[in-house]
């Protein structure tokens, strides 16, 4: 391994520059590192014992998740358990948020009843959030990356609620989904 010695025509103060330099990139990289990690270990929800890395294998419950609310914003709706809000954090401009607590029908489903049951959804969603709504969100992401949270309109009624109660959802707190075809082909047969 061959060291590159300083030419004898470089002076002190390029020496000097390049030593600076150096240790300016340094300083930032540490700098990029400490951030990071204040980012995902300073929240008060790795304070007790590793609460994130806890709330990852099992469905996050409100009395354990450290939630923020947000400010009132308009949200766009991609179904009906899931939107998009916009943020003003600097690191992303919008953050997708799942709707904790309840499950919705799929629109990629294959049966044609459950994705009909989708639209329904969806479009249930985007009448309770025409109006800006709050967000609420804890440090906790589901299996797909995304933020879980809740919705709530100025009048302090939880949309998510609203959801089930209209029929749109079920509760939901982990494991298999509900069989959305089979529920539809039991509304068809009950009036």
């Not at 959804?121 to 309770?128: E, I, P, T, V, W």
């Not at 967000?135 to 992401?141: A, H, I, K, P, W």
Request: proline share 6%; aromatic share 6%.
């Amino acid at each position: 391994m061959s060291h590159r010695r300083p030419s004898p025509d470089a002076t002190d103060d390029e020496a000097a520059d390049l030593l600076g330099l150096w240790v300016i990139l340094v300083s930032l990289g540490f700098m990029a590192v400490v951030l990071a990690a204040g980012i995902l270990f300073g929240h008060p929800a790795h304070a007790e014992g590793g609460q994130l890395a806890q709330a990852r294998q099992r469905p996050a419950q409100v009395a354990d998740t450290p939630w923020r609310l947000g400010p009132y914003r308009r949200v766009s709706v991609i179904d009906g358990d899931t939107i998009d809000t916009p943020t003003n954090s600097g690191l992303a401009r919008v953050i997708r948020v799942r709707l904790l607590g309840l499950d919705t029908p799929e629109a990629s489903s294959a049966c044609p009843e459950e994705k009909a049951m989708a639209q329904e959804a969806a479009d249930f969603l985007r009448r309770q959030t025409a109006e800006p709504v709050a967000v609420v969100t804890g440090l906790d992401f589901d299996r797909y990356g995304r933020v879980l949270g809740k919705l709530f309109d100025r009048e302090g009624r939880d949309i998510g609620q609203r959801l089930i109660e209209g029929g749109y959802a079920v509760a939901y707190t982990g494991g298999a989904r509900q069989n959305w075809c089979e529920i539809a082909r039991r509304r068809a047969i009950i009036p």
